[in-house]
Nanobody
Framework: VQLQASGGGLVQAGGSLRLSCAASTRTFRSLGMGWFRQAPGKEREFVAAISLSGARTYYAGSVKGRFTISRDNAKNTVYLQMNSLKPEDTAVYYC??????????????????WGQGTQVTVSS
């Protein structure tokens, strides 16, 4: 499984960005998908995750109400809509795929495949 993230960039505080992650696999609908981020000098942290069908979504408390994760299984793509961005959202954002789907969606160790990351910078 190869994951290609895109959509990052520079935005002012209060602005919006939409990240995309395209997966090269025929079994996309069998993969739990997640987004993580890593700021300079910090550990990688969970942002959001979505179930196989997209019916269930999960968010870190710091982004809940501002970010929305979604997926299009016909396009093998997962999205992260980010609104009301804050300078503390600045980080490299990574998408990840989970083939075991054991429920630990918040843990980076749960995920088997990772995209290359896309930089999001929010200026104040």
């Amino acid at each position: 499984v190869q994951l290609q993230a895109s959509g990052g960039g520079l935005v002012q505080a209060g602005g919006s960005l939409r990240l995309s992650c395209a997966a090269s696999t025929r079994t996309f609908r069998s993969l739990g998908m997640g987004w993580f981020r890593q700021a300079p000098g910090k550990e990688r942290e969970f942002v959001a995750a979505i179930s196989l069908s997209g019916a269930r979504t999960y968010y870190a408390g710091s982004v809940k109400g501002r970010f929305t994760i979604s997926r299009d299984n016909a396009k093998n793509t997962v999205y992260l809509q980010m609104n009301s961005l804050k300078p503390e959202d600045t980080a490299v954002y990574y998408c990840a795929a989970d083939i075991r789907y054991s429920g630990h969606y918040y843990s980076a160790h749960e995920y088997d495949y990772w995209g290359q990351g896309t930089q999001v910078t929010v200026s104040s």
